[in-house]
């Protein structure tokens, strides 16, 4: 049976007038970052709902100024556009304490001269007693108009009753949309501001999808954009620039490096992205790291490539530079990109089908211990004490995404840290894991071993 596509609902009005407010409370999480700050939104942001047993998307869009010189602006204005265009609902939001002004009946002129299905609505309604703040909006000519607070609720059950009247009833199993959503890579896109990320994912993607500006901190909220090559999607998650604490004097670019790295968490793969110019700096090593410790799989972009002088020895003078800085990346892909010309920017989904596969892979217990028989022989773990050997009985995967195995021992805690990488290097070698993440646990082997008395 073929699964009917969810309707697409789009929030548009002038900034700061609760949106992503908005946003949130349909998704039911702190998707968007909100603050008392207009322009903050300045991408699409997608999201799934499900109310009352009904499924729908919806997407956040930037600040919508009909008339704006101001670059940053306009690119907003084209990018809350596009999302009307691809939507089938549109809601027109309106800011109840600023009251109408001549851009809200701009835009929703703009907003009926388009096909889709319209609501209007009053935000920042909170109680009965603001509800004469409306009447200005009566100027519109339009009805009905909705009064409500998404950040109290206040009027919202009337709205959405409505809302889902326009919608229809779920016929997904919601089941295998999960398995489907876990099978598609991950990839949180990071690094510092102004290296070229939104310009990736756009290349990638064939369409001005993300607000792409030589400002840096364009992007302030982490974007998920799905991505299809060869009949394969791919999840890829535009983050804000990350840079040092120092250097962070906005309350809201803290929220924003806070959500980068929790797209980090998120993700599968972290395509780390450092400029060719400058290559690795303390706190692209931190993001790196970060992505390290979390067990992702990890590659390596050198964006910029195409404004670099070289010659036959440069790339590889650069990535000896790069492993030198990120000793702990030493199996991580590296490869040289130019996001804006395009170069060898395709090579990233080959990258990323070949981590993704090994992140996920699975070996049996027997051809593990196989394996874990012929090192024992060769290299054994050495010795606890003077008349004590370690022993390693037995292994075994117990997960994968990202892979980890249990090694169990009679003393795990006398296994020296130059021993767990030689066996993690031989079980990337052995069993072809290439730049995927492992971790290896050891724990001590109970109800065989009884204590000898003397």
């Known amino acids: 049976m073929t699964r009917k596509t969810k309707k697409l609902v789009a929030l548009v009005g002038r900034p700061n007038v609760g949106k992503s407010t908005m946003f949130n409370r349909l998704a039911g999480s702190r998707k968007a970052i909100v603050h008392d700050t207009p322009?903050?939104?300045?991408?699409?942001?997608?999201?799934?709902?499900?109310?009352?047993?009904k499924s729908f998307k919806i997407v956040d869009t930037g600040g919508f100024e009909p008339q704006t010189t101001d670059e940053v602006l306009a690119q907003m204005r084209t990018q809350t556009m596009v999302a009307v265009e691809q939507a089938d609902i549109v809601v027109f939001i309106g800011d109840g304490k600023a009251g109408l002004t001549p851009s809200d009946r701009e835009i929703v002129r703009k907003l009926q001269t388009t096909d889709k299905k319209l609501f209007y609505?009053?935000?920042?309604?909170?109680?009965?007693?603001?509800?004469?703040?409306l009447v200005d909006f009566f100027e519109l000519g339009v009805e009905p108009i909705y009064s409500l607070s998404a950040t109290t609720r206040y009027g919202l059950n009337e709205f959405l009753d409505d809302l889902l009247l326009e919608i229809d009833s779920d016929i997904a199993d919601?089941?295998?949309?999960?398995?489907?959503?876990?099978?598609?890579?991950?990839?949180?896109?990071?690094?510092?501001?102004?290296?070229?990320?939104?310009?990736?994912?756009?290349?990638?993607?064939?369409?001005?999808?993300?607000?792409?500006n030589p400002t840096p901190g364009t992007t302030r909220d982490s974007i998920d954009t799905v991505v299809r090559r060869n009949g394969k999607d791919y999840v890829f998650i535009d983050t804000a620039g990350i840079r040092r604490r120092s250097k962070i004097v906005?309350?809201?670019?803290?929220?924003?490096?806070?959500?980068?790295?929790?797209?980090?968490d998120?993700?599968?793969?972290?395509?780390?992205?450092?400029?060719?110019?400058?290559?690795?700096?303390?706190?692209?090593?931190?993001i790196a790291g970060y992505a390290h410790e979390k067990n992702r799989c990890v590659i390596v972009a050198i964006n910029k490539w195409d404004i670099i002088q070289?010659?036959?020895?440069?790339?590889?003078?650069?990535?000896?530079?790069?492993?030198?800085?990120l000793k702990f990346l030493e199996f991580a892909p590296i490869v040289s990109i130019s996001a804006l010309q395009g170069t060898r920017c395709v090579k990233v989904f080959d990258l990323i089908d070949d981590l993704f596969e090994k992140y996920r892979k699975r070996v049996s217990t027997g051809r593990l211990n196989k394996f874990l028989e012929t090192v024992l022989a060769k290299h054994p773990p050495g010795m606890k004490h003077r008349f004590r050997k370690n022993k390693i009985y037995y292994a075994t995967q117990v997960q994968v995404a990202?892979?980890?195995?249990?090694?169990?021992?009679?003393?795990?805690?006398?296994?020296?840290?130059?021993?767990?990488?030689?066996?993690?290097?031989?079980?990337?070698?052995?069993?072809?894991?290439?730049?995927?993440?492992?971790?290896?646990?050891?724990?001590?082997?109970?109800?065989?071993?009884?204590?000898?008395?003397?």
């Open 39 to 53: 322009g903050l939104t300045r991408d699409r942001n997608y999201a799934d709902v499900t109310i009352d047993g």
């Open 310 to 325: 070289k010659d036959s020895k440069t790339f590889d003078t650069c990535i000896e530079e790069v492993r030198r800085c």
């Open 402 to 454: 990202p892979p980890v195995f249990s090694f169990f021992c009679n003393y795990p805690e006398a296994i020296h840290f130059s021993y767990r990488r030689f066996l993690e290097n031989r079980l990337r070698e052995f069993f072809d894991f290439g730049g995927s993440p492992l971790k290896l646990v050891f724990k001590k082997r109970v109800g065989k071993l009884r204590n000898r008395a003397n």
């Open 174 to 212: 919601p089941t295998q949309e999960h398995v489907v959503e876990f099978t598609i890579p991950r990839v949180a896109v990071v690094g510092r501001p102004n290296v070229g990320k939104s310009t990736l994912i756009n290349l990638l993607l064939g369409e001005e999808r993300l607000v792409a």
């Open 250 to 264: 906005e309350q809201v670019e803290t929220y924003s490096v806070l959500k980068a790295f929790r797209s980090i």
């Open 266 to 286: 998120r993700s599968d793969v972290a395509l780390v992205m450092l400029d060719a110019e400058e290559l690795v700096t303390d706190q692209d090593a931190r």
């Open 121 to 133: 609505v009053v935000n920042k309604i909170d109680s009965e007693k603001s509800e004469p703040n």
